[in-house]
């Protein structure tokens, strides 16, 4: 049940920014928290933003998160070749009593 | 270290039953909510499963409610998710998660996945 909607794909060139949008509902993004995972293929997800905009030791300050009203955006600064990854957005809905994810966002560094 | 170790995945018929473990060691078990997280080939992540610190409280995906049972042995630091009537569209990896606190709160420790697979 993908109810967070983000773009399937983005794409930069090193040393660059780039920003990935979360639209969600009143239920789940205006309400409650939203987290960032990033997934390198093959690999298992790894937390990089939680309560909007916290990010948890040992990420580096290159990446960012904000939201407002029903929408989040996580913020890449100084793109490095590491950063090509997938990245969701997820956050908890009072309406289905679950955790909803974002579709994902296909990051390329060209 | 935090680790989380994913067990019990493998080939079962349409219908069947599976068992999924999870053992935790590295932090204090019994002080944060678990889930189960998975993910289709090609495809997404989707939350499957919570439980509360205390084992009290579970949460359920609309599409696994009345099939899958998350429980925890907290003396053991285990998490288990026992699937019955599986279906085609359960195959994906699962993945056992940490939260960071009492549920509902992020997932920040993931174990390396199990693959289960539905098919005859």
């Known amino acids: 049940q993908s109810v967070l909607t983000q773009p399937p794909s983005a794409s930069e060139t090193p040393g660059q920014s780039v920003t990935i949008s979360c639209s969600g509902k009143r239920s789940n993004i205006r309400s409650n928290p939203v987290s960032w995972y990033q997934q390198v293929p093959g690999t298992a997800p790894r937390l990089i933003i939680y309560d909007d905009n916290e990010r948890p030791s040992g990420v580096p300050d290159r990446f960012s998160g904000s939201k407002s009203g029903t929408s989040a955006s996580l913020a890449i600064s100084g793109l490095q070749s590491e950063d090509e990854a997938d990245y969701y957005c997820a956050a908890w809905d009072d309406d289905l009593h679950g955790w909803v994810f974002g579709v994902g966002t296909r990051l390329t560094v060209l | 270290e935090v680790q989380l170790l994913e067990s019990g995945g493998g080939l079962v018929q349409p219908g069947g039953y599976l068992r999924l473990s999870c053992a935790g060691s590295g932090f204090n078990f019994n002080t944060y909510a678990m889930a189960w997280v998975r993910q289709a080939p090609g495809k997404g992540l989707e939350w499957v499963a919570s439980?509360?610190?205390?084992?009290?409280?579970?949460y359920f995906t609309r599409s696994v409610e009345g099939r899958f049972t998350i429980a925890r042995d907290n003396s053991k630091s285990t998490l288990s998710l026992v699937m019955l009537y599986v279906r085609a569209e359960d195959t994906a990896i699962y993945y056992c998660?940490?939260?960071?606190?009492?549920?509902?709160?992020?997932?920040?420790?993931w174990g390396q996945g199990t693959l289960v697979t539905v098919s005859s």
């Open positions: 439980i509360s610190r205390d084992g009290d409280s579970t």
């Open positions: 998660a940490k939260t960071t606190g009492a549920s509902p709160r992020p997932f920040d420790y």
